[in-house]
């Protein structure tokens, strides 16, 4: 069957109306998925010739996406620092704010060449993690989430990655088998109160265990910060994300455990995105 993009309009018409953002880009990459074809190819073709397979398949998978499930989980990855991330059920998806973080670092700590040793708490698909030792050439990391699942995920993405070989993972509630002292700490919680209203596409499709952190959102920096003390030396930068105006409330928390906010980066949005903490 020839697809043509006239023909596609309908399609476009239902993602605009359900708020997608750039619905032609999610159609070329849905095709792409479909096809086996890259996005460039995709994106320079006027039709397309889909098999009586494709094309039902073609059809399943822009109901999913009319009914809110992300693009990523679709697909099956997502882009994060110019690097491609598979994601699961199991694992938050990796958001452009959370670039913030890898940006912070990188103006913080200038010499890429320094032999860094990283850890990243709640490491999901190992997206941060990852980020920050593909620009670290002589840096280790050890990612630690609590999810099983996930760390298979993320032992998957160092693999094709070709990061393997600098990076570990362990399964831990917070610091509990973590041992050592490192460098760099990095974290992106949850922080999501249990009563905050959330879209449909998060809700419904992140894992709750990423996303929640009890009734006010901060349960978790307070377990990170009356935890890792053990695992830093006097120079041991550590960055946060938080969630919109958790600003004053994590930095009390931080600083009630000896630690001190040295540093505050915004989003694209200009909402305070990530806190560095020195002790």
Known sequence: MRVSYDSLQEILALFQKI????PWREIRLLLSYITGKSYEQVFFEKEFLLSSEQQVQFEKLVKRRANHEPLSKIIGYREFWGLNFKVTKDTLDPRPDSEILIEAVLKELSDKQSPLQCLDFGTGTGCLLLSVLSEYQNATGLGVDISEEALKVAKENAVRLKLSDRSTFCLSNWTQNVQGVYDLIISNPPYIGLNEPLQQNVKDFDPHLALYAGDDGLEAYQALFSQ??????????????????QRESVTL???????????????????????????
């Open 19 to 22: 708020g997608i953002e750039n």
């Open 228 to 245: 890792i003390g053990r695992l830093c030396h006097p120079h041991t930068k550590i960055f946060m994300e938080i969630g919109k105006g």
């Open 253 to 279: 928390i931080a600083k009630e455990n000896g630690f001190n906010l040295k540093g505050v980066y915004a989003d694209l949005a200009g909402i305070e995105r990530v806190l560095l903490f020195f002790i």
